[in-house]
């Protein structure tokens, strides 16, 4: 019986439902200020690809990456509720220009100098490096009329900032931490380039304005909302990411409360692989900027029992048979979402493939990245502390 309902809900879950309650890009509501669009790139290429012989070696690299950024917040109980927090950061906000991070070209000042953004999902600041490497895209204050400073530090070589960003082909007015290192520090000789911060403000290091709360209180957005939704015919692997609202028209999307405010973290109800529940009760932060599927080593150890011949490789990746093909779904508001990608590529001259989900420790969290939302359109709401997710 419970098979035949899982089998029930996967197909109703294509289903539309209703019409989509949020603005979209295509008609924006009037006096609501604008919905903004733009494409998103991952550095390097796609990481993985299901049809080839996977890099571990560059797997590796990107999952260390991964794990940094999670390494630098904490856990608080404010009131009743847990928050995550920014821990105290000495050196400098986070890297730039990282192999395997998805990033966005912006214009910012005027006239519009080209910086590469990389979208951080674990970070609520938006800032900016400029140093003396000739690597990256640096930003020269100097050259734009907009930009305006009272000089006053907000992290070490970092000066609250303002001036306007064109998101898309939308302009708006953002604080940012506009960082010079001096030539005598190391920091000088790594790539310049921005962050661009899209968790919650729990989760700043510069305490500067929210960008999200910023605009929609000066009525910049249609709503405190962005999503991302991947090309899923693209091989470059890119993605469009809009802001106040949806790049295009789509049914409504099912919703899920914010559990623990900082990261996009909600609860998935259970995981099942081939019609079987393997698992219940996850705790899962969305971060497109994963490549993989991140969860506790017990839990990869559990999900790869219900895999017939699946064992471990290395550095906390799996993999299994390849003709076992696994039909993976995680329960979402009350629904069955698929995993795209149950296959991150083919283990060389092996007949096996790398699982989708990795051992990561992180705080008995999973980390649900782009094998599962190149699936679906994801949107995290600001202002109703809650994601929606609808398979596209």
């Given at each position: 019986?419970?098979?035949?309902?899982?089998?029930?809900?996967?197909?109703?879950?294509?289903?539309?439902?209703?019409?989509?309650?949020?603005?979209?890009?295509?008609?924006?509501?009037?006096?609501?200020g604008v919905v903004a669009k733009m494409p998103i790139h991952r550095r390097g290429g796609p990481v993985y690809n299901p049809d080839s012989?996977?890099?571990?070696?560059?797997?590796?690299?990107?999952?260390?990456?991964?794990?940094?950024?999670?390494?630098?917040?904490?856990?608080?109980?404010?009131?009743?509720?847990?928050?995550?927090?920014?821990?105290?950061?000495?050196d400098k906000l986070a890297p730039i220009g990282e192999d395997g991070s998805w990033y966005a070209d912006v214009e910012l000042g005027n006239p519009?100098?080209?910086?590469?953004?990389?979208?951080?999902?674990?970070?609520?600041?938006?800032?900016?490096?400029?140093?003396?490497?000739?690597?990256?895209?640096?930003?020269?204050?100097?050259?734009?009329?907009?930009?305006?400073?009272?000089?006053?530090?907000?992290?070490?070589?970092?000066?609250?900032s303002l001036d306007s960003l064109v998101l898309g082909d939308k302009r708006f007015n953002v604080h940012f931490a506009h960082c010079s290192p001096p030539r005598a520090s190391i920091r000088t000789l790594n790539p310049s380039g921005g962050i661009m911060?899209?968790?919650?403000?729990?989760?700043?290091?510069?305490?500067?304005?929210?960008?999200?709360?910023?605009?929609?209180?000066?009525?910049?957005?249609?709503?405190?909302?962005?999503?991302?939704?991947?090309n899923k015919d693209d091989p470059s692997a890119s993605a469009v990411i809009s802001f106040g609202g949806l790049a295009q028209n789509?049914?409504?999307?099912?919703?899920?409360?914010?559990?623990?405010?900082?990261?996009?973290q909600i609860l998935f109800k259970s995981l099942m692989i081939d019609g079987n529940t393997v698992?219940?009760?996850?705790?899962?932060?969305?971060?497109?900027?994963?490549?993989?599927?991140?969860?506790?080593?017990?839990?990869?150890?559990?999900?790869?029992?219900a895999i017939s011949g699946a064992q471990p490789l290395a550095n906390g990746f799996w993999s299994y048979?390849?003709?076992?093909?696994?039909k993976?779904?995680?329960?979402?508001?009350?629904?069955?979402?698929?995993?795209?990608?149950?296959?991150?590529?083919k283990v060389k001259d092996s007949g096996y493939c790398v699982g989708p989900v990795v051992e990561a420790d992180i705080a008995g969290l999973w980390v649900i990245g782009e094998p599962f939302l190149k699936g679906v359109l994801a949107i995290f709401d600001f202002d109703q502390k809650r994601v929606g997710i609808r398979v596209v």
């Open positions: 019986m419970r098979l035949l309902l899982s089998t029930l809900a996967l197909l109703v879950a294509h289903v539309a439902v209703s019409t989509a309650a949020l603005p979209y890009y295509g008609n924006p509501a009037p006096n609501a012989d996977a890099d571990l070696a560059r797997f590796t690299s990107v999952l260390q990456s991964c794990l940094d950024r999670y390494s630098r917040t904490k856990r608080e109980l404010q009131g009743n509720r847990v928050v995550r927090r920014a821990l105290p950061l000495t519009g100098q080209n910086i590469q953004f990389d979208i951080d999902m674990t970070s609520s600041d938006f800032w900016i490096e400029s140093t003396t490497s000739v690597y990256g895209t640096r930003f020269e204050a100097g050259n734009s009329q907009s930009y305006f400073s009272d000089n006053k530090f907000v992290f070490r070589d970092c000066i609250d911060g899209l968790a919650h403000s729990s989760l700043s290091q510069t305490s500067l304005p929210h960008f999200f709360e910023d605009a929609k209180e000066k009525g910049k957005l249609a709503g405190g909302v962005f999503a991302i939704e991947f789509h049914d409504e999307p099912l919703y899920a409360p914010v559990k623990t405010f900082g990261f996009w698992l219940d009760n996850i705790q899962g932060v969305i971060d497109v900027t994963s490549p993989f599927v991140l969860a506790p080593p017990e839990d990869v150890r559990i999900f790869y029992n048979p390849c003709f076992e093909n696994p993976i779904h995680i329960e979402h508001g009350g629904w069955f979402f698929p995993l795209k990608d149950a296959s991150l590529g």
